[in-house]
């Protein structure tokens, strides 16, 4: 069995046209994604990062199988390193079967007074270097909270001009194509005095844009504003509305904003009392500032989706444990394209895959000519081979008792099963029957909460069958057998 799904994968190889292709969508609105590269583990710099913990939790304690994050939601994958690749590829790949046109990375420069600073720049830097592989194009949103000095300021932008504007993929705008460079703020410098002195150390001149309502701060050195996420006794889309509609034709250059909501952690997490309270209500939050976004798309130049991953103020689209993949389903409709949630369970199975086999360079392998058929968009093909990893597996681990699980009844008529997990099992798990001639018969995803699983209405004939589980926790599995029913 393994050399015949190993000649496939090979032929697959064969048939794979290399490079990557563009997604068609019917929304021609520009969409990109601000994403935020600060998330650090013990494998990346020897602990939990300050945005997994801030100053009261611990993700070494685990409750109900969770690790302990600065969050009220939990992501699909769990806390994660900015710069690990698989996370990346992951990302990008969700990002792209949603009709994404691009990221905004929130940006600390390479000096600054902040103790992470290096750290920062090294995961944006990985992030930007992956960015072409996938066909997304890259911008940065300038932070200056933390420059010293002009001169720090002018530093960042000389980085940005060696190492960032020069990149293919850099979002560049207008009849000149300047670079685009966002600020969040500004909050240090707020003069126009001070731009004036800075902005030239960027190169060449660029599309400056700043926080709404702050381009005063720059002067003439701005082109425009992008909006944000914001309530106070005016409810956050009449503070979208008032942009779009009195402050857009009075800059030249509009950035709209599409959110799911806004609920932070600070005040849990020891770091502040927190700000303001806009509900997610089940994803209709993110729906209503994506329609009132295209409702005002004349007015706005592109749209800035806040945020993929800001999981301290509760903003994220990314896939949690608790909005599964409900936003980026909204965003495919939103964008038109011809992708769905089974897509985007696919992409999810290869990251699981990447942890779940990381050790197995034949695996990994496989996977790589899948990401290569995800990015070209012949999902199939990419299909063919995620779908294939678990029997190949099996056949290498089906002597090692430890990932063996239980099924009662067995033989069983195929009406129901229950199933046993080796240990504790917690979860978003994929649950998949396979003949033993490779054919997949049935599969579905479940959430796990302990190690005890119960499905029914399989609609399996009499014969022998291998179970599988992929979970974050790891791939289980074990043969089984159907009996015939017989007729008294």
Wanted: proline share 4%; glycine share 8%.
């Amino acid at each position: 069995m393994k050399y015949l799904l190993t000649g496939m994968m090979l032929i697959l190889s064969i048939m794979y046209s290399i490079g990557q292709q563009p997604v068609e969508k019917t929304n021609p609105i520009k969409l990109y994604m601000h994403y935020m590269p600060w998330f650090e583990t013990p494998e990346t710099i020897g602990g939990w990062g300050w945005h997994w913990t801030m100053n009261t939790m611990d993700p070494d304690v685990i409750v109900d199988g969770k690790r302990q994050i600065a969050s009220h939601y939990y992501p699909m994958i769990g806390p994660y390193a900015s710069r690990d690749k698989d996370v990346i590829e992951y990302h990008f790949l969700l990002m792209k079967l949603s009709g994404i046109d691009g990221i905004l990375i929130d940006w600390y420069g390479s000096v600054g007074s902040n103790g992470d600073v290096k750290n920062l720049l090294k995961s944006s830097d990985s992030i930007v270097s992956y960015t072409d592989d996938f066909g997304l194009d890259f911008g940065v949103v300038l932070e200056d909270r933390f420059s010293r000095s002009r001169d720090d300021v002018k530093a960042n932008l000389a980085y940005l001009r060696y190492n960032y504007f020069n990149r293919e993929e850099y979002i560049r705008t207008g009849p000149e194509s300047n670079p685009l460079l966002c600020i969040f703020g500004p909050i240090t410098f707020e003069t126009p005095a001070d731009w004036t002195d800075i902005l030239p150390s960027a190169g060449e001149d660029v599309n400056f844009v700043t926080l709404w309502y702050e381009s005063g701060d720059a002067g003439s050195n701005a082109s425009g504003e992008f909006s944000w996420v914001y309530q106070d006794e005016l409810d956050h889309l009449g503070h979208l509305t008032n942009f779009y509609t009195n402050q857009t034709p009075e800059i030249n250059f509009a950035i709209g904003s599409a959110y799911p909501g806004f609920n932070d952690f600070y005040e849990e997490g020891g770091a502040g009392s927190g700000y303001f309270s806009i509900p997610h209500y089940y994803g209709s939050t993110f729906s209503e500032t994506l329609n009132r976004a295209d409702q005002y798309k004349e007015q706005i130049d592109m749209l800035q989706l806040v945020t993929w991953n800001d999981f301290g103020e509760g903003t994220m689209i990314e896939p949690t444990e608790e909005t599964g993949f409900d936003y980026l389903k909204r965003l495919q409709e939103f964008t038109g394209v011809a992708y769905g949630e089974n897509e985007l369970e696919l992409v999810y199975k290869l990251f699981l895959h990447r942890k779940g086999y990381a050790d197995n360079p034949f695996v990994q392998d496989s996977l790589d000519r899948a990401s290569d058929f995800f990015n070209n968009l012949e999902i199939d093909s990419a299909a063919t081979i995620v779908n294939s990893i678990e029997v190949i597996v099996w056949n290498e681990l089906k002597q090692a008792d430890k990932n063996l699980i239980s099924i009662f009844p067995n033989p069983c008529d195929g009406s129901f099963l229950n199933i046993t997990i080796p240990g504790y099992h917690h979860g978003k798990s994929h649950i998949s029957i396979v003949s033993l001639d490779g054919i997949t018969v049935y599969e579905t995803w479940k959430n796990v909460t302990k190690n005890k699983i119960r499905i029914a209405n399989t609609g399996l004939h009499a014969g022998l069958y291998i179970l599988m589980v992929l979970s974050e926790s790891g791939f289980y599995s074990t043969k089984f057998q159907v009996s015939p029913v017989l007729n008294n």
